[in-house]
């Protein structure tokens, strides 16, 4: 591991540069190495920064912009006011394993994400479906319980995408979608590999070959662009470079925006953080410019609820949490709370690690002292996200528009609100968009109202890439890297 960035370039200039050799390929450079290839059973993100529009399609696709398009559905039609859609699927789609794609393939992804044994993290998505059938084999009918004009927003997430039967047990290590890129390997700790699918259905790719490796360390991320070992890092981990990199003509830097609330999420279940003013103590206890100055090098919006800032529906919020330590002092002093001192479970990304330092010493002013545990990413979803044992972690949740995620009950924040469960429960039925704009609104004022959770920042979309590469997207608004448009100039 190089900690002196300028031997680090020297070691890596001496390196050749495999991926310049072939302008029909890429080497893209990730912070965090997926635990599984499947999307629809684990809630990492870094799989679909994988997998997503590349080895899997669904019936609907995120475009860089966030629009919803069509993808295996070439058009969709709406009848009962939004109660029924009728999908039309593509033809001549195949699976990587050869076989075609069918209505009937549909009903079994769909109704395998929505069977009471799923494990498929984003469950809620189809909990509105109330049957799924198969008119014929290009022609897909999903008859809701209720209203939903958000039903293909809900299609485009990488958790719906759609999956073979026959090969649905291998997904997780050896997957084989409808995309423009089929799987070809993985060496665990390095790299995964993918290359264009021949039998692909739609426009066939500038690329060849497609690689992908993880690079955790900042230090190294930064050698390995400036040698020319990878080509592109979409979210790059070291933005204290980044004007360095930019002063490159050999390079470029892609700032956007991304659906990355960052959050210091806190257990509810655990006293006293079940008590709404010691919630409140930590959230005016944080500076948060000072974190985004000091772990993101000035990247990143401020948040005061969680809820993407670029969005129209976003309720600035920031006041209700405003920088007071003193005023989270007196909070504390009111419910009774002193010596206290908590868990702060930290991930291993960049934001996470430097970010919670920072926290500590701001947590610290007001007299609450942490155990920073630092996690690797296997263990901090097995230990925080499912086994809910933790006090306080800080971590981005990257998925658009998931403010639903506060009406789970068994969701590892143990938070429980009926009134924003209410709201929540007629923004998924109404299809009036000003009526859904008011109770996106209302939700956001309520979680932020009882400090459901410690808001921190948006993360910005931070990137960098060979100046000869057009087509990596802007914005994230999902977690992809979407390779379909990517080519090289001369």
Same mark, same amino acid.
């Given at each position: 591991?190089?900690h002196d960035?300028?031997a680090a370039?020297?070691?890596?200039?001496?390196?050749?540069?495999?991926?310049?050799?072939?302008?029909?390929?890429?080497?893209?450079?990730?912070v965090l /190495?997926?635990?599984?290839?499947d999307?629809?059973? +684990?809630?990492a993100?870094a799989?679909d920064?994988?997998?997503?529009?590349?080895?899997f399609?669904?019936l609907?696709?995120?475009?860089p912009d966030?629009?919803?398009l069509?993808?295996?559905?070439s058009?969709w /039609?709406?009848?009962?006011?939004?109660k029924?859609?009728i999908?039309?699927?593509r033809?001549?789609?195949?699976?990587? #394993?050869g076989?075609?794609?069918?209505a009937?393939?549909?009903?079994?992804s769909?109704?395998?994400? %929505? &069977?009471?044994?799923?494990? +498929? =993290?984003? *469950?809620?998505?189809?909990e509105?479906?109330?049957?799924?059938?198969a008119?014929?084999p290009?022609?897909?009918?999903v008859?809701?319980k209720?209203?939903?004009?958000l039903f293909?927003?809900?299609?485009?997430?990488? #958790?719906a995408?759609?999956?073979?039967?026959?090969?649905?047990?291998e /997904?997780?290590?050896?997957?084989?979608?409808?995309?423009?890129?089929k799987?070809?390997?993985? *060496?665990?700790?390095?790299?995964?590999?993918?290359e264009?699918?021949?039998?692909?259905w739609?426009?066939?790719?500038?690329l060849?070959?497609?690689?992908? @490796?993880?690079?955790g360390? =900042?230090?190294?991320?930064?050698?390995?662009?400036m040698?020319?070992?990878?080509?592109?890092?979409?979210?790059y981990? &070291?933005? /204290?470079?980044?004007?360095?990199?930019?002063?490159?003509?050999r390079?470029?830097?892609i700032?956007?925006t991304?659906e990355?609330?960052?959050?210091?999420?806190?257990?509810?279940?655990v006293p006293?953080?079940?008590?709404?003013?010691? @919630?409140?103590?930590?959230?005016?206890?944080?500076? %948060?410019?000072?974190?985004?100055?000091?772990?993101?090098?000035g990247?990143?919006?401020p948040?005061?609820t969680?809820?993407?800032?670029?969005?129209?529906?976003?309720?600035d919020?920031?006041?209700?949490?405003?920088?007071d330590?003193?005023?989270?002092?007196?909070?504390? &002093?009111?419910a009774?709370v !002193?010596?206290?001192?908590? %868990?702060?479970a930290l991930?291993?990304?960049?934001?996470?690690r430097?970010?919670g330092?920072?926290?500590?010493?701001?947590?610290r002013a007001?007299?609450?002292?942490?155990?920073?545990?630092?996690?690797?990413?296997?263990q901090?979803?097995?230990?925080?996200? *499912?086994? !809910? #044992?933790?006090?306080?972690t800080?971590i981005?949740?990257v998925?658009?528009?998931d403010?639903?995620?506060?009406?789970?009950?068994?969701y590892?924040?143990?938070?429980? $609100?009926?009134?924003?469960?209410?709201?929540?429960?007629?923004? $998924?039925?109404t299809?009036?968009?000003v009526? @859904?704009?008011?109770?996106?609104k209302?939700?956001?004022?309520?979680?932020?109202?009882?400090?459901a +959770?410690a808001?921190l920042?948006q993360?910005?979309?931070?990137?960098?890439?060979?100046?000869k590469?057009e087509?990596?997207?802007? $914005?994230?608004?999902?977690?992809?890297?979407?390779?379909? !448009?990517?080519h090289w100039?001369?």
């Open positions: 591991m190089f960035w300028k370039i020297a070691a890596f200039a001496l390196m050749a540069s495999p991926a310049l050799a072939a302008q029909d390929s890429i080497t893209l450079g990730m /190495e997926p635990p599984s290839l999307p629809t059973g +684990n809630a993100a799989i920064e994988v997998v997503y529009a590349n080895i399609e669904g609907t696709k995120f475009g966030g629009a919803i069509p993808a295996l559905a058009s /039609e709406v009848e009962e006011g939004g029924t859609y999908f039309h699927l033809e001549g789609v195949k699976f990587h #394993d076989a075609d794609f069918t009937e393939d549909a009903v079994f769909l109704d395998r994400a %929505r &069977a009471p044994d799923s494990t +498929n =993290p984003q *469950k809620t998505l189809f509105g479906i109330d049957t799924v059938t008119v014929d290009k022609t897909l009918r008859t809701l209720a209203p939903d004009g293909p927003f809900k299609m485009a997430w990488g #958790d995408v759609m999956l073979d039967p026959a090969s649905v047990a /997904e997780a290590t050896k997957p084989i979608g409808t995309g423009p890129f799987f070809t390997e993985w *060496k665990q700790g390095d790299s995964i590999r993918m264009a699918f021949d039998g692909y739609g426009e066939k790719p500038a060849k070959t497609a690689t992908f @490796r993880f690079i360390d =900042p230090t190294a991320a930064f050698a390995a662009m040698a020319g070992d990878v080509d592109a890092f979409p979210i981990p &070291a933005p /204290e470079t980044l004007a360095q990199i930019g002063a490159d003509p390079f470029k830097v700032v956007g991304t990355g609330e960052t959050i210091l999420a806190m257990n509810k279940a006293p953080l079940d008590n709404v003013k010691v @919630r409140e103590a930590i959230a005016h206890a944080i500076n %948060r410019q000072e974190l985004i100055d000091g772990a993101m090098f990247y990143g919006i948040i005061g969680h809820f993407a800032p670029h969005h129209p529906d976003y309720v919020l920031t006041e209700k949490s405003a920088y330590p003193e005023k989270a002092k007196a909070l504390l &002093a009111e009774g !002193k010596d206290l001192k908590l %868990r702060l991930p291993p990304t960049p934001y996470a430097r970010g330092e920072l926290l500590a010493a701001q947590l007001v007299g609450i002292q942490t155990e920073a545990i630092n996690m690797e990413w296997a901090w979803l097995e230990t925080v996200y *499912k086994g !809910k #044992d933790y006090d306080l800080i981005s949740h998925e658009p528009l403010i639903g995620i506060y009406t789970r009950d068994d590892y924040f143990n938070y429980n $609100n009926d009134a924003l469960k209410a709201v929540m429960a007629e923004v $998924n039925t299809t009036d968009d009526r @859904r704009s008011e109770l996106l209302q939700a956001q004022t309520i979680i932020a109202d009882d400090y +959770n808001y920042f993360l910005a979309k931070t990137g960098v890439a060979n100046a590469i087509g990596l997207w802007e $914005n994230a608004p999902t977690p992809a890297n979407d390779l379909s !448009k990517v100039t001369e």
